[in-house]
């Protein structure tokens, strides 16, 4: 059984940073490409960054230069570095792996 879990979220003022994680069990996905995406209120769920299995990275233009993904393949885990945090930040955020398998969500709230 996959069972992707996230950790990492919290409440930070704006200009901080955050750093979530994705432990991934169940299966390896160092071949996969894997994803974090997230939704605020009353939108749409949306991709923030990719990697795929070779650590080729693609980011949404809104947190380019401020956030970093990368992946620890020996330990099936992916993830999310954020810095220069701003309030459109805050949302729920999710693990994907494969395009295929989510995790449970992880909040992520910028407010002074």
């Known amino acids: 059984q996959v069972q992707l879990v996230e950790s990492g979220g919290g409440l930070v003022q704006p200009g901080g940073s955050l750093r979530l994680s994705c432990v991934a069990s169940?299966?390896?996905?160092?071949?996969?490409?894997m994803g974090w995406y997230r939704q605020a209120p009353g939108k749409q769920r949306a991709v923030v960054a990719l990697i795929d299995y070779r650590g080729s990275t693609e980011y949404r233009e809104s947190v380019k230069g401020r956030f970093t993904i990368s992946r620890n393949n020996a330990k099936n885990t992916m993830y999310l570095q954020m810095n220069s945090l701003k309030p459109e930040d805050t949302a729920v955020y999710y693990c994907n792996a494969n395009f295929r398998y989510w995790g449970q969500g992880t909040q992520v709230t910028v407010s002074s």
């Open positions: 169940g299966s390896s996905f160092s071949g996969d490409a």
